[in-house]
C-alpha cells in the first residue's frame, strides 16, 4: 500500500510542478484515490472541511474584502518611495510587512502593485520585487499573516500538538524581516534590472489590415469571410471610422475601410494575403490620438481564475467576460504562437481589447489580481473606513487577549460588515476561496494519510539517513530544506501540508519538542525568493515587473543562503528542543 501512496504522492507532485492541472483538482484527485481505497473514511475527508483554522482563514480573507476597500494601505503607498533607493525600499518593507502581518499578504500586494508600479521615482522592475519579497517577511511576523501559517496551525491542531499563539513567530519574524530588508536593499541595488516597460502595445502585439473599396469581402460577415478562425492570428477588434467594435461578432458585415485588428504570431500575416481587397499594414495608429488604447486593459491571472490550466479558446473568453485577448505576457517575454492554444498560468499578463460592458461583469474580481485601464472599485468614506480598520483591530485584540476567540469574532465582524452593507452577499459569493477551502480541506486529508500509512515515517528515515549524522539539529535542517525545496518547485501551501507529516516523525524520533519543527516548517515553506512561482506575491509581480527567470534567481538565491543561515541558527535559541 505504501508503493501506491508514494506512485500517487508522485503523481499529485508532477501534476503541481507541470502547471498544467489546477491544484484544486489535483489535489482533490489524490484524496479522491486515497479515499476509493479506504486508507480514510469519506466522513473524515469531509470533516476537514469545518477544522477551525480553516474556517477562521475563510473568514480573515472575506473581512479583508473589506479592508481592501479602505484607503489605508493605498495611501500609504503613495507616501512610499522617496527619497534614495534605499530609503525608499526600506520604507516599502515597513508600510508592507506591518500590513501583512494582519491582512492577507496576497490582498496587500494587490492594493500597492498599481501604486508601486507608476511611481515617479523608481522604474517598476526596481521595486514590485521587494514588494513581494516584503510581503513574504510581513507573513511571518503573527498567525494570521499568511495562508501558510494558519495551515501549519490546522495540522498542528489535528495532529494533537496544540495551537500556536498569535505572536508565537512575531520575535523571529521581526529578525528575519530585518535581515530581509537589508539583504533586499544591497541585492536590489546591485542586481535588479532597470528594464522599461513596453507601453505602445499596439505596435508590439497588432497586425492591421484595411478592407479596401473594391473588395469582395464587403457586405459580408466576419464568419462568412472566414475571417474568425485563422489558426495563428486571432481577430480582436475592428475600427470604423474613427470607432471601435469590440468585441467583433461573428455576423459584424464588413464595410469599406474597416481597419481589422489582429494579434497572435506577428509572423504568421502572410495569412491575410489570400483575402482578396485586404490590405495590410503594422502600426500605423498614432500613438496618442488612436481609439485602440482607449480601448486597452491589462489583466493578471489570479490563483482561483477558471484561467488557469485552459487556454482561451477553452474558456470562450469573448463570452466569459466580454472582451478579446490580443497578447499574452509571461515576465518580460511575451509568448508566440495562436494565443488560443497558449496554457495560461497563474500571474500571466493578459492585454485585452474591452467592450463597453467590461467593467461591469461581475467575475473580474475573481479571475484577475490587477487591470490597468480600468477604474478601480470605489474606495470607502473615510468614515466608513476607520470604522472597519478599527473593528477589526478591535476583534484582533480581543482575540489576543483571549476574551473572544478569534473565529467567532471574524464571523461576528463578517456579520456585521453585510448588515452595513460594506459587503455585500454577492461580493462574498464572487470572491468567496472556494478552491483554496478545497485544497486545504484535501490537503489536511492526505497528511493523515501519510501519517497512518507508514509513508511519512518511511520519508522521515530518508531525510534521516542524510542529516541524522548531526543529530537533532541535523534533522531540523533536514525539514527546513524540505520544505524550502517543495515551495520553491510547487508552492508554499502544498509544501506545508506535504511535509508537515514528515516533521512531526522526525521530532517524534528524536524525543523532541514539535514546536521548533514547526516554525522550521512555516519559515522553510514561506522562504520563496528564487522562483516567481513559489509564492503567490511573486507570480504577481513577474508580469507586472516584467521579469525574467535570472531575476529572481540573481537576487533570491544569495537572499534564500543568508536567509536561510540565519534562521536556522536562530530557530534553536528561540525554540529550544
Given at each position: 500500500m505504501k508503493i501506491i501512496v508514494f506512485a500517487t504522492l508522485a503523481l499529485l507532485i508532477g501534476a503541481l510542478v507541470s502547471g498544467r492541472v489546477r491544484p484544486v483538482l489535483a489535489f482533490t484527485g489524490a484524496l479522491g484515490v486515497f479515499v476509493a481505497l479506504d486508507l480514510i473514511e469519506l466522513e473524515s475527508a469531509l470533516a476537514n472541511v469545518v477544522n477551525p483554522s480553516l474556517v477562521t482563514l475563510v473568514l480573515l480573507i472575506l473581512v479583508s474584502l473589506a479592508l481592501q476597500k479602505t484607503p489605508l494601505v493605498s495611501g500609504l503607498g503613495n507616501?512610499?518611495?522617496?527619497?534614495?533607493?534605499?530609503?525608499?525600499?526600506?520604507?516599502?518593507?515597513g508600510v508592507?510587512?506591518?500590513?501583512s502581518a494582519v491582512v492577507n499578504n496576497t490582498a496587500v500586494v494587490a492594493s500597492l502593485i498599481s501604486t508601486v508600479s507608476r511611481n515617479r521615482q523608481f522604474l517598476a522592475s526596481r521595486v514590485l520585487l521587494p514588494l513581494s519579497y516584503a510581503s513574504i517577511f510581513g507573513g511571518g511576523l503573527t498567525l494570521i499573516g499568511s495562508s501558510t501559517n494558519m495551515i501549519v496551525n490546522s495540522l498542528a491542531i489535528q495532529g494533537g500538538y496544540g495551537a500556536l499563539g498569535f505572536f508565537t513567530i512575531t520575535p523571529l519574524g521581526l529578525v528575519m524581516a530585518g535581515v530581509g530588508c537589508l539583504m533586499t536593499v544591497l541585492l536590489g541595488y546591485r542586481f535588479l534590472p532597470k528594464r522599461?516597460?513596453?507601453?505602445?502595445?499596439?505596435?508590439?502585439?497588432?497586425?492591421?489590415?484595411?478592407?479596401?473599396?473594391d473588395s469582395p469581402l464587403i457586405g459580408k460577415s466576419i464568419e462568412e469571410n472566414g475571417l474568425r478562425h485563422l489558426g495563428r492570428l486571432f481577430l480582436v477588434e475592428v475600427v470604423r471610422n474613427g470607432k471601435l467594435i469590440s468585441p467583433?461578432?461573428?455576423?459584424?458585415?464588413?464595410?469599406?475601410?474597416?481597419?481589422?485588428?489582429f494579434s497572435g504570431d506577428a509572423s504568421a500575416v502572410s495569412l491575410l494575403q489570400k483575402f482578396p481587397g485586404l490590405k495590410l499594414f503594422r502600426g500605423t495608429h498614432d500613438a496618442e490620438s488612436s481609439p485602440l488604447l482607449n480601448n486597452l486593459a491589462e489583466a493578471y491571472i489570479s490563483q482561483q481564475s477558471v484561467l488557469v490550466?485552459?487556454?482561451?479558446?477553452?474558456?470562450?473568453?469573448?463570452?466569459?467576460f466580454g472582451a478579446a485577448v490580443v497578447a499574452i505576457r509571461r515576465g518580460s517575454e511575451r509568448l508566440e504562437g495562436p494565443l488560443s492554444n497558449i496554457i495560461l498560468r497563474t500571474g500571466d499578463s493578459l492585454v485585452l481589447a474591452v467592450g463597453e460592458d467590461f467593467s461591469r461583469h461581475t467575475n473580474l474580481e475573481r479571475n484577475f489580481y490587477l487591470i490597468n485601464g480600468i477604474e478601480a472599485e470605489p474606495a470607502l468614506s473615510p468614515i466608513h473606513s476607520v470604522l472597519v480598520l478599527a473593528s477589526f483591530l478591535l476583534t484582533l485584540g480581543l482575540s489576543v487577549i483571549g476574551l473572544l476567540p478569534l473565529m467567532e469574532g471574524l464571523a461576528f465582524l463578517l456579520g456585521g460588515l453585510v448588515i452595513t452593507k460594506v459587503l455585500t452577499l454577492a461580493e462574498i459569493r464572487r470572491r468567496f476561496p472556494f478552491e483554496m477551502l478545497v485544497i486545504?480541506?484535501?490537503?489536511?486529508?492526505?497528511?493523515?494519510?501519510?501519517?497512518t500509512t507508514g509513508v511519512a515515517g518511511s520519508a522521515a528515515s530518508g531525510v534521516n539517513a542524510v542529516f541524522g549524522q548531526w543529530g537533532v539539529y541535523g534533522a531540523l535542517v533536514g525539514v527546513y530544506f524540505l520544505a524550502l525545496l517543495f515551495t520553491e518547485v510547487i508552492n508554499?501551501?502544498?509544501?506545508?501540508?506535504?511535509?508537515?507529516?514528515?516533521?512531526?516523525?522526525?521530532?517524534?524520533?528524536?524525543?523532541?519538542?514539535?514546536?521548533?519543527?514547526?516554525?522550521?516548517?512555516?519559515?522553510g515553506a514561506s522562504a520563496s525568493f528564487i522562483s516567481p512561482f513559489g509564492y503567490q506575491t511573486?507570480?504577481?509581480?513577474?508580469?507586472?515587473?516584467?521579469?525574467?527567470?535570472?531575476?529572481?534567481?540573481?537576487?533570491?538565491?544569495?537572499?534564500s543562503v543568508v536567509y536561510s543561515v540565519v534562521v536556522l541558527a536562530l530557530i534553536p535559541l528561540f525554540f529550544p528542543f
Open positions: 507616501r512610499l518611495l522617496r527619497g534614495g533607493y534605499s530609503r525608499g525600499v526600506c520604507q516599502l518593507f508592507v510587512c506591518t500590513a522599461q516597460i513596453e507601453t505602445r502595445v499596439q505596435q508590439n502585439y497588432f497586425v492591421e489590415a484595411r478592407v479596401g473599396e467583433v461578432a461573428p455576423g459584424e458585415k464588413l464595410l469599406a475601410g474597416d481597419a481589422l485588428l490550466g485552459k487556454t482561451v479558446r477553452d474558456i470562450n473568453f469573448r463570452s466569459q486545504v480541506a484535501a490537503t489536511l486529508g492526505i497528511a493523515q494519510v501519510l501519517l508554499n501551501n502544498a509544501a506545508a501540508a506535504l511535509v508537515f507529516p514528515i516533521a512531526m516523525e522526525m521530532a517524534n524520533r528524536w524525543e523532541a519538542e514539535p514546536l521548533p519543527f514547526i516554525i522550521a516548517l512555516i519559515f511573486n507570480l504577481m509581480v513577474f508580469s507586472a515587473g516584467n521579469y525574467r527567470v535570472q531575476d529572481f534567481i540573481r537576487v533570491g538565491l544569495p537572499l
